[in-house]
């Protein structure tokens, strides 16, 4: 089992709708979650991380956190087209020193 | 200027070459770290580093050397290239631990393994 999980996508949006990716995590101990959002062609850039259960919104992004399922979600609201990339979660595995990423969710938001 | 820049952008090489990218920041970060990107696999660590003279392997390690003798540089060298090294590197820093603060990417570096 992959230490991270992520739909694999291509998720595809009409623009103004909410996109919504989703993450499964495999080590209980697990404290810090991150999403990365990276453009075609660039490098990865932090856009939320959560580190409690529950949602943490930032503008038009809300990560949402469930340490007992072991899962955590991104919601893009009011998805625009400068949205479409890939986003990556990451997660801290408790026995090491850096994030595991999972394989990332493309996302295409339709004009 | 500030930041955390990788040289080359792009490279092509032979199998058996030996091949270093340069990874350079200038905030003086503890930590950093080099990460591979392949389709469907994600990031994959490679190698990181807490502080100077302080290396330790990632996920993927086999057929790469990692020093870093100063804070501010943390070269990666394929000794002898193959094709499945035919990737995207990304460096990466960090203040803290990555897994408590966040990673600073580098623009990454192409390489092609003919």
């Known amino acids: 089992q992959k230490e991270v999980e992520q739909n694999s996508g291509p998720l595809s949006v009409p623009e103004g709708a909410i996109a919504s990716l989703n993450c499964t995590y495999s080590d209980q101990g697990s404290q810090s979650f991150f999403w990365y959002r990276q453009y075609s062609g660039k490098s990865p850039e932090l856009i939320m991380f959560?580190?409690?259960?529950g949602d943490k919104e930032d503008g038009r992004f809300t990560a949402q956190l469930n340490k007992a399922s072991q899962y955590v979600s991104l919601l893009i609201r009011d998805s625009q087209p400068s949205d479409s990339a890939t986003y990556l979660c990451?997660?801290?595995?408790?026995?090491?020193?850096?994030?595991?990423f999972g394989a990332g969710t493309t996302v295409t938001v339709r004009a | 200027d500030a930041g955390i820049t990788q040289s080359p952008r792009y490279k092509i090489t032979e199998t058996g070459r030996q091949v270093t990218l340069m990874c350079h920041q200038t905030w003086s970060h503890s930590y950093m770290f080099w990460y591979r990107q392949d389709l469907g696999h994600g990031l994959r660590l490679i190698y990181y580093?807490?502080?100077?003279?302080?290396?330790d392997k990632g996920e993927v390690p086999d057929g790469y050397v990692v020093s870093r003798s100063k804070t501010e540089n943390f070269p990666l060298t394929l000794e002898s290239a193959t094709r499945s090294q035919t990737s995207v590197y990304f460096c990466a820093s960090a203040r803290d631990g990555s897994n408590t603060g966040e990673l600073f990417f580098g623009e990454g570096s192409r390489l092609t393994v003919l």
């Open positions: 990451a997660v801290n595995i408790d026995y090491k020193l850096s994030l595991s």
């Open positions: 959560i580190y409690s259960n």
């Open positions: 580093s807490a502080a100077a003279d302080i290396t």
